[in-house]
């Protein structure tokens, strides 16, 4: 009896589900939405995501050419009762562009693509399904202009800008999202708005941190920046210091001290530590528009001064081969599915505050555990210098957006993988550890998460916290109760999700 009734039931809720999706797509052919499900012959080249860790299988996925489709997508999408989030360049760490859920209605915004820059404000108007690589080639041709962004060209802008966005010329600079100036973006409901600092303010605020909550961005319009005329790129090997965890702590406590103390260290500077599991250990930034002779003979060793037997390297370049020399690749990137470019892997950050520096146990404890950690699975560890004195990330106030790293110093991103092999499954907790040997040691430390590096194994209540805090967080709730009470925009970290749930 209990096997017909289960039966019963699983053909029940197969309906349902078959309903559902029938429901959805009459929807959209109705509207003429063009997409993609399952059935298609291309539909692997739509649905796979970035993170191959995480592939979830979206119920369909629009490609709209214009706002009109984007709004009818929506519609259907919340008519049928499924959940929507956009797909510019798909990298999200957590695969919340493919809904981090099965069964979501995925945007791909492949067709938006314009990139043109005002020859009166410098201000470029960017299509939602742009790459880094392709904006910073394009606004450096119409104008030798440049924006901070990632150094890597195959992320897409959407995500990037909507929750942060750092860059080697972040310090000087700010993040990519400070340079949103305005946006074109559909809502819940399927209107059209754009928003600006005066216009819908409320949804400029909230769409700068936490944009995949509450709504459609379809095109940015981003204030550009004179490109500098020569990048010094500098590059020193720290391998030697790797002979013991506290030579290593010890070095970076030096780095720390003059990062706050040196007048050497101008918003010009920015720079970042790189170790992995091959005993690589290495610093590397760059010095804009610096003289490459004072910066070689005396700022760089003063960086250096910590670390023994350092082998350093500077090199004069310009803006684009610059950007060219970090990317590690071509600028130029396909879009949407026409990207082939994959990873497998698990990722976790670590965002620690000016207020308080990290602590040499922290630092001995970190390098313990990655000088124990060598030749062990796949990972490296990056930590990016954010704040110090003049950096214009933290000069932004923090209540200007809701963004929320304004007080931040270090960085990091702790990151393992397997490549295009299958999950091994074992460097999760190596990567977990790798942050708890970091914050356990220094309980005062008052951590907390970047969300471009967004962890999916958080709880909703615990990356709220972490990436937002408590009074941003209670905004931005109240702030989806206005624009998307439906809870049509929907990932497992979404704003409001533990409500909702």
């Known amino acids: 009896m209990s096997i017909l009734v289960s039966k019963f039931c699983f053909g029940i809720l197969f309906a349902a589900a078959y309903a559902q999706a029938t429901s959805v797509l009459d929807c959209l052919d109705a509207n003429k939405v063009p997409y993609v499900t399952s059935s298609s012959t291309d539909w692997t080249a739509y649905q796979i995501p970035f993170n191959l860790r995480l592939p979830f299988e979206p119920a ?26 956009a797909k510019g360049g798909g990298h999200s760490y957590a695969s919340f562009s493919s809904g ?40 450096y041709a119409q104008g030798k202009r440049a924006m901070p962004h990632g150094t890597c060209a195959g992320v897409g802008i959407a995500g990037h800008a909507l929750h942060g966005g750092y860059g080697y010329d972040s310090r000087k600079w700010g993040l990519a999202l400070d340079h949103v100036v305005g946006l074109d973006v559909v809502l819940a409901d399927g209107t059209s708005v754009y928003t600006n600092a005066t ?8 769409m ?64 970042g530590t790189y170790a992995d599991f091959t005993k690589s250990f290495i610093i590397r930034g760059w010095c804009m528009d610096c003289d490459e002779a004072v910066f070689t003979k005396s700022v760089f060793p003063g960086m250096l001064a910590g670390f023994p037997g350092y082998v350093p390297t500077v090199q004069n370049l310009d803006w684009i081969t610059a950007l060219v020399d970090l990317a590690g690749e071509n600028l130029t990137q396909p879009l949407g599915h026409l990207y082939t470019e994959h990873d497998t892997f698990y990722a976790k950050s670590v965002v620690s505050k000016e207020a308080e520096p990290l602590s040499h146990a922290s630092l001995v404890s970190y390098w313990n555990y990655l000088i124990a950690n060598l030749g062990n699975k796949q990972w490296f560890s990056i930590i990016n210098l954010y704040g110090a004195p003049g950096s214009l990330i933290n000069a932004v106030s923090p209540d200007e957006s809701a963004y929320s790293d304004r007080d931040s110093l270090w960085v990091f991103q702790n990151y393992g993988y397997t490549g295009t092999e299958p999950w091994d499954p074992t460097i999760t907790p190596l990567i977990d550890g790798m942050n708890n040997a970091t914050i356990v040691p220094q309980p005062d430390g008052d951590f907390g998460a970047y969300l471009n590096y967004v962890d999916p194994d958080l709880s909703p209540a615990e990356a709220h916290l972490e990436y937002y805090g408590a009074s941003t967080y209670d905004k931005l709730l109240g702030l989806k109760a206005k624009f998307d009470p439906g809870f049509v925009f929907w990932n497992p970290q979404a704003i409001g999700t533990s409500m909702a749930l």
């Open 208 to 271: 700068r941190g936490a944009g995949d909550s509450f709504g459609i961005a379809t095109n940015f319009y981003m204030q550009t920046e004179a490109a500098p005329e020569s990048v010094l790129y500098f590059v020193a090997d720290l391998s030697a210091s790797l002979s013991s965890a506290e030579n290593a702590a010890t070095g970076f406590e030096v780095l720390q001290n003059w990062s706050f103390t040196s007048p050497d260290l101008t918003p010009n500077i920015t720079f």
């Open 199 to 206: 216009t819908n303010p409320d949804l400029f605020w909230a």
């Open 100 to 139: 981090g859920q099965n069964g979501s209605l995925i945007i791909e915004m492949e067709n938006f693509a314009e990139i043109t820059v005002d020859p009166t404000t410098f201000i470029v108007k960017i299509g939602a399904g742009q790459r880094l690589g392709n904006i910073a080639t394009e606004i």
């Open 60 to 85: 369909v996925i629009t490609v709209p050419e214009n706002e009109a489709q984007v709004s009818a997508s929506i519609t259907c999408a919340a008519a049928a009762s499924l959940k929507v989030q």
